[in-house]
């Protein structure tokens, strides 16, 4: 059974870092791109950054572009979110998810395997 599982997520101040997991089982993420996501209230689900499968390449979204920072580790199956310098707006529940190709997407609908979220609160 394909899984992803995040972790990391909390309250923070603004200003703060959060460093965001993603687990992967039941399969290994070697060739797969895998995408972060977010979900604020009221919101759609946007695209917040992507890892291709070999890490040679990476994305971000304009709001988050010098801030956040993706990596992967395909030896231990584990993709990473470092968040540095958070904002209020930053704060909604994240996700990772799989595209089984090694080529990023921003679009949802691309992604095969997602994981159940992780909440991130950005307030003083």
């Known amino acids: 059974q394909l899984q992803l599982v995040e972790s990391g997520g909390g309250l923070v101040q603004p200003g703060g870092s959060l460093r965001l997991s993603c687990a992967a089982s039941g399969f290994t993420l070697d060739y797969y791109a895998i995408g972060w996501f977010r979900q604020a209230p009221g919101k759609e689900r946007e695209g917040v950054s992507c890892?291709?499968?070999?890490?040679?390449?990476?994305h971000y979204a304009d709001s988050v572009k010098g801030r956040f920072t993706v990596s992967r580790d395909n030896a231990k199956n584990m993709v990473y979110l470092q968040m540095n310098s958070l904002k209020p707006e930053d704060t909604a529940i994240y996700y990772c998810a799989a595209r089984r190709s090694p080529a990023c997407s921003s679009y949802r609908g691309h992604y095969d395997t997602w994981g159940q979220g992780t909440q991130v609160t950005v307030s003083s």
């Open positions: 890892i291709r499968s070999s890490s040679d390449s990476t």
